[in-house]
């Protein structure tokens, strides 16, 4: 079992629509990020978070450290927000493995209709 | 502020050879970390670089290699080379590494072993 598990793994909607995208981990940690990848292969970090609500624009971003779960939204889709939404997280000590490395999501690959 | 750069953009290599690939992050940023990013795997953690030194490592075999300059460019390093290898290796920059504070990321640099 993937210790960073996403869902949906595909995800088509109607512009305007509120959408979003889970993301469960087994892991202790110490922050989550929300990544976006577009076509092409750029990289921005949208959220780097280790408690509560992150907003920004359109985009909001949560976390339950005790549910071991985060959640990105998406209000009001646009097209210009397809993408493909990667979450990865940094192992916390004493948790297995080697601290501090970032552990990966499949993604989830957003495709927002006009 | 200039961003992350990655060279070269793209690299076509042959089996057996070895390939270095180049990363500059933000000015001021001392953290240096590289993923790599296949169809079958999704991203990896390759290992992390702190004023110099290797902070982290993923779990890649001793043909990965890196190394950090004092004005915090670094180099990717990856010997004998084999199919499995061609991939999107990306790079980030943050200020005090990953899980501290935000990450930037590089545009990539797309490897094809042949």
């Known amino acids: 079992k993937n210790e960073v598990e996403q869902s949906p793994q595909n995800l088509t909607a109607q512009e305007g629509e509120f959408i979003t995208i889970n993301c469960s981990y087994s892991?202790?940690?110490?922050?989550l990020h929300w990544l976006q990848q577009h076509p092409g292969g750029g990289i921005v970090s949208l959220f780097m978070?280790?408690?509560g609500k992150k907003k920004h624009g359109r985009l909001i971003a949560t976390i339950n450290i005790q549910e071991k779960h985060s959640s990105l939204h998406i209000t009001a889709s646009h097209p210009r927000d397809s993408a493909v939404y990667i979450c990865a997280v940094i192992r916390a000590v004493g948790y297995g493995g080697s601290q501090g490395n970032l552990i990966f999501g499949k993604g989830t690959k957003l495709s927002v209709k006009p | 502020k200039a961003g992350v750069t990655q060279t070269p953009r793209y690299l076509i290599k042959t089996r057996g050879q070895q390939v270095t690939l180049s990363c500059s992050p933000i000015s001021g940023h001392r953290s240096v970390s590289w993923y790599q990013q296949t169809p079958g795997q999704g991203l990896q953690f390759l290992f992390e670089?702190?004023?110099?030194?290797?902070?982290n490592k993923g779990n890649f075999p001793g043909r990965f290699s890196g190394r950090q300059f004092s004005n915090s460019r670094s180099e990717m390093n990856v010997s004998t080379l084999e199919l499995g290898d061609s991939a999107l290796y990306l790079c980030?920059?943050?200020?005090?590494?990953?899980?501290?504070?935000?990450?930037?990321f590089g545009q990539g640099t797309r490897l094809t072993v042949v």
């Open positions: 670089y702190f004023s110099e030194t290797q902070r």
């Open positions: 978070l280790s408690s």
């Open positions: 892991v202790g940690i110490s922050a």
């Open positions: 980030a920059s943050s200020s005090q590494g990953q899980g501290h504070t935000e990450a930037f």
